[in-house]
């Protein structure tokens, strides 16, 4: 059933057996579980269908770290969270990225690749992509172009999956017409409110921008709001205890981690294609094609006392002949304007995560249609060689060089956190406070590792690597986030260590727990919701064990 909060006919108050804050991959993954059970499941989403600049508003915040982060802008409040957004990738972590490491410290999972295998294997269901086999660290299936072979010692190449799932749109209908599963949205958790102890949450908060204001009761709750909105409701429920619920070690917000990028170097060679194109996740076939990463070897990291990493070396086209260039803008001004605003906020995201400047054949054209095809007449021969290139599988236009775009595992640091700022939201909520810090084994894992990576990458192409100015210290840095939000309610069997146990449940609590990212202790470089929805999958089925019993 789905219930949207703002209408006079939806009730003021709801009971569950089960109540999941937040509609992106994890509590959706969560509440699908339940679908035909006896379980009432009441799924909340502070926003609606698709995103919209209100809703959207309740997740700005401030940025005092370095580098900066813009809560706002790198993530969205919708059904669906920001898989609405996101690029598909799949890829399980390895078995080095759940060990400890003794390079890297507050490093290990409570849980090893061996316990989370089987979720892998089931959450491939979730996302469509049931066809690939895969082994620890990557999927065995072959890419769409094989990328050339490197000193193992150095670099591997790992497949990830590209998935076609938006869980907004493909899971919304099944669990609109499950009996049992209520999707609230425009419902905004506002607190958690438990016994005075602290051990036990009797109701959830909730609210509208419109003013209403209700309660959701339920024998269990689940907190699935992603990496940043997970701390910041502990910490906005301080009825009981002053600085939140599971928050006595003072851990609730702290090992706040991304996936830095930026770019490391630019590579010249004479042939770089070979190189680059394997690595452009182009030419796939199927719905769920794979693609190639090349990534830092296990050997590597040890050796080198690293984090993980991986890069993608970019080709940049040089000069654009008249015809193609003429082509491109006839392209983007046939193209039908999307006024719709949830879409527009989509696309901002999109936009905030790029490492590139929009180029001019990007940009909206409103220019005479006529006049642009009359355009083309003299470029006809750059629009054949194009379609030759194309044909051959080369690029439409030569590349002038290859920017080398690195992508790397943060080192867990309990500096680096999420807190509440002073100032207050529509709903009268603290706004969140970032501060996103790196560590001295970050810094020399970027400049190791950029150098590894540039010296295997131009003895593939007998070409020269130059090192960004910024990695040789003369510069600012030159790093962004990458909207993968992890490690803020961290788990660990010890509550001195983490703020979730191993079945996610909230250390000196009895029915509350957390899903999705932010109970990362390490995060690897693979891209996360692959494996946050297996860790879903795990936390529904110790639900199941509970909520049965009931």
Request: glycine share 10%; aromatic share 6%.
């Amino acid at each position: 059933m789905l219930i949207d909060y703002r209408h006079a006919s939806a009730p003021d108050d709801f009971d569950a057996h089960l109540c999941i804050v937040g509609a992106g991959p994890a509590g959706i993954t969560i509440a699908r579980q339940f679908v035909g059970t006896a379980i009432r499941v009441c799924l909340l989403e502070g926003g609606g269908l698709s995103g919209d600049a209100d809703n959207q508003s309740l997740y700005a915040g401030d940025s005092i770290g370095v580098p900066e982060l813009d809560p706002g802008a790198s993530r969205l409040r919708a059904f669906g969270g920001s898989t609405n957004v996101w690029g598909g990738g799949c890829i399980p972590l390895g078995r080095l990225d759940l060990a400890p490491r003794d390079w890297v410290p507050n490093s290990g999972w409570p849980i090893s690749y061996a316990e989370l295998e089987p979720y892998y294997a089931r959450a491939r269901d979730m996302f469509a992509i049931d066809e690939h086999e895969f082994e620890a660290g990557g999927f065995l299936t072959s890419p769409a172009r094989q990328p050339p072979a490197f000193d193992r010692q150095h670099l591997v190449n790992r497949n990830f999956v590209l998935s076609p799932v938006f869980f907004g749109r493909t899971y919304r209908t099944e669990l609109e017409r499950a009996p049992n599963i209520q999707v609230v949205l425009h419902a905004n958790v506002l607190e958690l409110l438990a016994d005075a102890e602290g051990e036990h949450v009797r109701q959830a908060c909730i609210g509208t921008l419109q003013g209403r204001r209700g309660h959701v009761r339920a024998h269990r709750y689940v907190l699935a709001c992603g990496g940043i909105e997970n701390a910041r409701l502990l910490l906005l429920s301080n009825s009981s205890l002053p600085r939140g619920l599971g928050n006595r070690q003072d851990l609730v917000g702290r090992y706040f981690m991304d996936h830095p990028r930026g770019r490391l170097g630019t590579l010249r060679a004479r042939a770089v294609t070979p190189l680059t194109r394997p690595y452009d996740r182009s030419g796939g076939k199927g719905a769920a094609p794979a693609f190639p990463e090349l990534c830092l070897s296990d050997d590597a990291m040890r050796a080198h006392r690293l984090l993980a990493g991986r890069v993608r070396p970019v080709a940049v086209e040089g000069p654009v002949p008249r015809g193609i260039h003429a082509a491109r803008r006839l392209r983007s001004a046939l193209r039908k304007p999307r006024p719709d605003e949830g879409r527009s906020l989509e696309g901002q995201m999109s936009q905030s995560l790029s490492l590139h400047a929009p180029s001019q054949d990007d940009a909206p054209v409103r220019e005479n249609i006529a006049r642009l095809a009359l355009a083309l007449a003299p470029g006809v021969g750059d629009l054949a060689r194009g379609v030759l290139n194309k044909l051959a599988d080369r690029p439409i236009v030569r590349p002038d060089h290859v920017d080398v775009i690195g992508y790397f595992e943060q080192a867990p640091n309990p500096d680096s956190r999420v807190h509440l700022g002073r100032e207050l939201d529509a709903l009268g909520q603290r706004r969140v406070c970032v501060d996103w810090r790196l560590t001295p084994l970050d810094w020399h894992t970027y400049r190791t590792a950029a150098q590894l990576f540039g010296d295997q990458l131009s003895r593939a192409c007998a070409g020269s690597f130059q090192l960004e100015p910024w990695l040789r210290g003369d510069d600012t840095p030159q790093l962004q986030g990458t909207a993968h939000h992890m490690g803020t309610t961290r788990m660990a069997d010890d509550p001195a260590g983490g703020v979730v146990d191993r079945n996610l449940r909230v250390h000196g609590m009895d029915n509350l727990h957390v899903a999705g990212s932010s109970v990362f202790p390490t995060s690897g470089w693979a891209f996360p919701t692959f494996t946050l929805v297996a860790l879903s999958m795990r936390l529904a089925e110790h639900l199941r064990d509970c909520l049965f019993l009931l």
